[in-house]
T-cell receptor
Framework: EDQVTQSPEALRLQEGESSSLNCSYT??????LFWYRQDPGKGPEFLFT???AGEEKEKERLKATLTKKESFLHITAPKPEDSATYLC???????????FGQGTRLTINP | EAGVAQSPRYKIIEKRQSVAFWCNPI?????LYWYQQILGQGPKLLIQ????????DSQLPKDRFSAERLKGVDSTLKIQPAKLEDSAVYLC???????????FGSGTRLTVV
């Protein structure tokens, strides 16, 4: 069974203080690893898809990386508007569904 | 491009009552998903449709939950009778072909009292 574990559960940073969120996964053949952002009262919003180990993708202050066992979401010089819950999900071979982790709730204080 | 529409946004019911949620996916998207997100947890798949056929309903509590997707477009999810543990946000998502490009709606927040 595909599994995703995210850490930490919650993270509080000062504005400009860089950090990383972790997503560890177990999957029978990775088709894709997905990062989503979720704001309170809204549905998840797509950020990145990573397909193979060594791949990296960037968007503004966010950079996602992938190894064979885990993915990191690096946040550089974050701003208060980056505050949200970040969700990681995997899609395994032969599947057309996403299996999500429990999310990391990120708070950036001004 | 219009997004995934869901209604209602909020619903409060008493336990043992019934409730229904509605989802209108992005036009042309063949695959539709219903996810349940309990507070503080990640979304969990309840059911997946490809056009109007069910692909995966292995985690749907079939004794109380039902879903349909008539004509391969809109979908409804029903709970009857509701339990306290059904309190959650019910998210609908659609995808062109079920592989990539998921788009989520804003969800329906259900509170069972």
């Amino acid at each position: 069974e595909d599994q995703v574990t995210q850490s930490p559960e919650a993270l509080r940073l000062q504005e400009g203080e860089s950090s990383s969120l972790n997503c560890s996964y177990t999957v029978s053949g990775l088709r894709g690893l997905f990062w989503y952002r979720q704001d309170p009262g809204k549905g998840p919003e797509f950020l990145f898809t990573l397909y193979s180990a060594g791949e990296e993708k960037e968007k503004e202050r966010l950079k996602a990386t992938l190894t064979k066992k885990e993915s990191f979401l690096h946040i550089t010089a974050p701003k208060p508007e980056d505050s949200a819950t970040y969700l990681c999900a995997v899609m395994g071979e032969g599947a057309q569904k996403l299996v999500f982790g429990q999310g990391t709730r990120l708070t950036i204080n001004p | 491009e219009a997004g995934v529409a869901q209604s209602p946004r909020y619903k409060i019911i008493e336990k043992r009552q019934s409730v229904a949620f509605w989802c209108n996916p992005i036009s042309g998207h063949a695959t539709l998903y219903w996810y349940q997100q309990i507070l503080g947890q990640g979304p969990k798949l309840l059911i997946q449709f490809q056009n109007n056929g069910v692909v995966d309903d292995s985690q749907l509590p079939k004794d109380r939950f039902s879903a349909e997707r008539l004509k391969g477009v809109d979908s409804t999810l029903k709970i009857q009778p509701a339990k306290l543990e059904d309190s959650a946000v019910y998210l609908c998502a659609s995808s062109p072909d079920g592989n990539y490009g998921y788009t989520f709606g804003s969800g329906t927040r259900l509170t069972v009292v």
